[in-house]
């Protein structure tokens, strides 16, 4: 079983940048649900990255939908990690509104 885990980012920079600014720090993102670098593949269709990771000895996976205003993100979080699913949601929050930040 699975510990679903959503978290909407606003934004006010496009889709286009949206997207590039998430496919260039998607290492970042991955480390917020515990997954080491090279532990993760991901597969860009349209506006949606899709992605599968190992966490914690366990699959993780989940989606990243880039809209012109949002980003939604989708986590399946491991039945091990629900305890911890409203602390990675915060985390996953601030740094989605980190990247997405108009500079």
């Known amino acids: 079983m699975t510990c679903p885990l959503t978290v909407t980012v606003r934004h006010d920079l ?8 998430v496919d260039l720090d998607f290492r970042r993102f991955a ?11 991901k597969d860009w269709k349209d506006n949606r990255l899709s992605f599968s990771a190992l966490t ?7 989606w990243v939908e880039v809209a012109d205003n949002v980003v939604d993100i989708l986590v399946e979080l491991p039945d091990s990690m629900a305890l911890m699913a409203r602390r990675i949601g915060r985390r996953l929050l601030r740094e989605g509104e980190r990247l997405l930040e108009k500079k």
């Open 31 to 41: 480390q917020q649900i515990g997954v080491r670098a090279g532990d993760v593949e």
């Open 56 to 62: 914690m000895g366990e699959t993780t996976s989940g």
């Open 14 to 21: 496009g889709a286009r940048e949206a997207k590039r600014r």
